[in-house]
């Protein structure tokens, strides 16, 4: 197929003209005191109109004074001798990128073998980069290793079309790091690979094919030039009045020169062009009378189950021979039959899988049902003066309630912003958290003595809109936390009302104003005596899951707000 589609290019490309011209120009810059970069031809060569064969090499030397103008020029040697022994016009695609190939590491067995022969080790070894251009009719194959590159620009765009033998080209090809952020790693333009630094069988040249078929101009240069991305940058002024024929190639190779020397300035610098003049010469000529390639067609059979007796076949083949490409309906075909149908053999284990599907949708579907509700709303029992008076079961209910809105944290400040829900009693501080959790018996026990514990009392009521900080945080249990609060201000002044105890906090009315009191929740005990509200500065405690849904956290405090809370001591 390969072949096939070789020679349909070929055909095709009979009706367009290449003239190529190509030009070499090499310096060794304005800091370095040799020049360590080759080219074929050599530099200063302006050729003139070739038609169908070019070579085009540029060498970047490694060693310095060690002798990496010594591995450039070997370089060059070995792989124009090897190039222009070869039978270009009669090799294949294939056969000819692996004589590039070969040619490459012939070139590195020699700068290897000098390197030994010199007894050079490590970073004594002399070596080089490649990148090699070979222009056949309508064919251009590029050869590259190591950090010298190749552009193709035509009218319409610039194309780097080597990759970087380097660091940062590695990791960017094995998908470590982005290219830019590649460029920016330490080592990151040390050469992973280049010509004489080991055996060829650790060497990787890579040689690619285009099909030029249009005007455009190649160019082949050093990193003295390429680096800081200086092509990039320029080809549009310098390279592309090429293309319109405003300007000629040694003027462009000099004025490329000029500008690696005056804006990198810290290499050698060589380029090498080639121009591509492409031109239709006669009308495109169709395929039709192209040799029809030779495909085997293969059939692919399958048994009909329903049929014992003679089996019925059906055949995916080739289009009819009415294409000129395809076969003719006499070649051999290759038959492929299926196997003997096994679905009778399968189908037990088929209705398996779909029985336990079944179950599965069946149990998700009815999971939601089978678990207890968590948010079922349980009776809140308003703090006495004496522990003991909590029930056991408020206790229970209030350690199994781990879903809390928010957290108090100390030094947090909170505003009461919301009633307490009809089956919540109203928020009270208290003088202490209790000691202990509360007797499991049915029934309330006797306070302890005043000699053991002091006696909780009744700071008083929270009314709505009551600016709360938090002191302290006391945990009695994992589910039981208690907060000590102290009043920064409250919606009523100085001087509170004692309001009478009730399971719920009097709510205001929308209309007229007036207080209406809630009904009250029969778990609920009432309460000896009336509760005053609190009073700005006071202190107290209070369980913190019965205040968590009626408070907002808020920054925005007054400066009496401020001045009350900061001079009360805790």
Same mark, same amino acid.
């Given at each position: 197929?390969?072949?096939? *589609?070789?020679?349909?290019?070929?055909?095709?490309?009979?009706?367009?003209?290449?003239?190529?011209?190509?030009?070499?120009?090499?310096?060794?810059?304005?800091?370095?005191?040799?020049?360590?970069?080759?080219?074929?031809?050599?530099s200063?060569?302006?050729?003139?109109?070739?038609?169908?064969?070019?070579? *085009?090499?540029?060498?970047? /030397?490694?060693?310095?004074?060690?002798?990496?103008?010594?591995?450039?020029?070997?370089?060059?040697?070995?792989?124009?001798?090897?190039?222009?022994?070869?039978?270009?016009?009669?090799?294949d695609?294939?056969?000819?990128?692996? !004589? %590039? !190939?070969?040619?490459?590491?012939?070139?590195?067995?020699?700068?290897?073998?000098?390197?030994?022969?010199?007894? =050079?080790? #490590?970073?004594?070894?002399?070596?080089t980069?490649?990148?090699?251009?070979?222009?056949?009719?309508? !064919?251009?194959?590029?050869?590259?290793v190591?950090?010298s =590159?190749?552009?193709?620009?035509? =009218?319409?765009?610039?194309?780097q079309?080597?990759?970087?033998?380097?660091?940062?080209?590695?990791?960017?090809?094995?998908?470590?790091?982005?290219? =830019?952020?590649?460029?920016?790693?330490?080592?990151?333009?040390s050469?992973?690979?280049?010509?004489?630094? /080991?055996?060829?069988?650790?060497?990787?040249?890579? +040689?690619?094919?285009?099909?030029? #078929?249009? #005007?455009c101009?190649?160019?082949?240069?050093?990193?003295? *030039?390429?680096?800081?991305?200086?092509?990039?940058e320029?080809?549009?002024?310098?390279?592309?009045?090429?293309?319109?024929?405003?300007?000629?190639?040694?003027?462009?190779?000099?004025? %490329?020169?000029?500008?690696?020397?005056?804006?990198?300035?810290?290499?050698?610098?060589? +380029?090498?062009?080639?121009?591509y003049?492409?031109?239709?010469?006669?009308?495109?000529?169709?395929?039709? #009378?192209?040799?029809?390639?030779?495909l085997?067609?293969t059939?692919?059979?399958?048994?009909?189950a329903?049929?014992?007796?003679?089996?019925?076949?059906?055949e995916?083949?080739?289009?009819?021979s009415a294409?000129?490409?395809?076969a003719?309906?006499?070649?051999?075909?290759?038959?492929?039959?299926?196997?003997?149908?096994?679905?009778?053999?399968?189908?037990?284990?088929?209705?398996?899988?779909?029985?336990?599907?079944?179950?599965?949708?069946?149990?998700?579907?009815?999971l939601?049902?089978?678990?207890?509700?968590?948010?079922?709303?349980?009776?809140?029992?308003t703090?006495?003066?004496?522990?003991?008076? $909590?029930?056991?079961?408020?206790?229970?209910?209030?350690?199994?309630?781990?879903?809390?809105p928010?957290?108090l944290q100390?030094?947090n400040?909170?505003?009461?912003?919301?009633?307490?829900?009809?089956?919540?009693?109203?928020?009270?501080?208290?003088?202490?958290?209790?000691?202990?959790?509360?007797?499991?018996?049915?029934?309330?026990?006797?306070?302890?003595?005043?000699?053991?514990?002091?006696?909780?009392?009744?700071?008083?009521?929270?009314?709505? /809109?009551?600016?709360l900080? $938090?002191?302290?945080?006391?945990s009695?249990?994992?589910? !039981?936390?208690?907060?000590?609060?102290?009043?920064?201000?409250?919606?009523?002044?100085?001087?509170?009302?004692?309001?009478?105890p009730?399971?719920?906090?009097p709510?205001?009315s929308?209309s007229?104003?007036a207080?209406v009191?809630?009904?009250p929740?029969?778990?609920?005990?009432?309460?000896?005596?009336?509760?005053?509200?609190?009073?700005?500065?006071?202190?107290?405690?209070?369980?913190e899951?019965?205040?968590?849904?009626? $408070?907002?956290?808020?920054?925005?405090?007054?400066?009496?707000?401020?001045?009350?809370?900061s001079?009360?001591s805790?």
């Open positions: 197929m390969v072949g096939y *589609l070789d020679a349909a290019l070929a055909r095709l490309n009979q009706s367009r003209m290449r003239q190529i011209r190509l030009a070499t120009l090499s310096d060794q810059g304005p800091t370095r005191q040799r020049n360590e970069d080759a080219c074929y031809p050599v200063g060569t302006q050729s003139p109109l070739l038609e169908n064969q070019a070579l *085009l090499i540029v060498c970047d /030397g490694i060693g310095g004074h060690q002798g990496g103008d010594v591995a450039s020029h070997l370089a060059i040697a070995t792989l124009e001798q090897h190039v222009k022994s070869l039978q270009i016009d009669q090799l695609s294939t056969t000819l990128s692996v !004589e %590039l !190939e070969k040619a490459v590491c012939a070139a590195n067995d020699q700068i290897s073998q000098r390197n030994d022969s010199e007894h =050079r080790f #490590d970073r004594q070894r002399m070596g980069t490649v990148v090699m251009a070979l222009a056949r009719r309508h !064919e251009l194959y590029i050869t590259h190591g950090d =590159r190749a552009y193709w620009m035509t =009218r319409w765009g610039c194309h079309i080597t990759l970087d033998d380097d660091v940062a080209s590695r990791e960017v090809r094995l998908g470590y790091s982005f290219h =830019r952020q590649a460029l920016h790693q330490p080592s990151s333009g050469l992973v690979q280049a010509l004489g630094m /080991g055996a060829s069988t650790l060497l990787y040249p890579s +040689v690619q094919r285009f099909i030029p #078929d249009d #005007d101009v190649l160019l082949l240069c050093s990193d003295g *030039l390429s680096d800081n991305d200086r092509v990039e320029h080809w549009e002024s310098k390279i592309l009045p090429l293309l319109d024929g405003t300007i000629d190639l040694a003027t462009v190779a000099q004025q %490329l020169v000029d500008i690696g020397n005056q804006q990198n300035g810290y290499d050698n610098v060589t +380029v090498g062009l080639i121009h003049q492409v031109k239709t010469t006669e009308p495109i000529p169709v395929l039709t #009378d192209l040799p029809q390639i030779d085997p067609a059939r692919l059979t399958a048994p009909v329903s049929l014992s007796d003679e089996e019925k076949q059906t995916l083949i080739a289009p009819s294409d000129p490409i395809t003719p309906p006499s070649l051999p075909t290759t038959q492929l039959s299926a196997p003997p149908s096994t679905k009778a053999r399968f189908m037990p284990f088929l209705i398996g899988i779909g029985l336990l599907c079944g179950v599965g949708g069946l149990l998700v579907a009815l939601p049902t089978l678990q207890p509700d968590p948010t079922t709303v349980r009776p809140d029992l703090p006495t003066p004496s522990p003991t008076n $909590v029930s056991p079961s408020e206790n229970l209910t209030d350690s199994l309630d781990t879903t809390e928010l957290a100390v030094g400040f909170v505003q009461l912003s919301q009633s307490a829900p009809p089956d919540n009693a109203a928020p009270i501080l208290v003088s202490r958290p209790p000691q202990q959790a509360p007797s499991p018996a049915p029934t309330a026990q006797a306070p302890p003595s005043p000699a053991e514990t002091p006696p909780v009392q009744t700071v008083g009521l929270i009314p709505i /809109g009551t600016v900080e $938090v002191l302290e945080k006391r009695l249990t994992q589910q !039981e936390s208690w907060v000590n609060l102290r009043v920064c201000s409250t919606p009523t002044g100085d001087s509170p009302e004692a309001v009478s009730s399971p719920s906090p709510l205001l929308p007229a104003g207080a009191t809630a009904p929740i029969s778990p609920s005990p009432v309460l000896p005596s009336p509760v005053p509200l609190v009073q700005a500065g006071k202190m107290g405690w209070i369980q899951a019965k205040l968590l849904n009626q $408070v907002t956290p808020t920054t925005a405090l007054t400066l009496e707000q401020q001045q009350v809370c001079n009360q805790p």
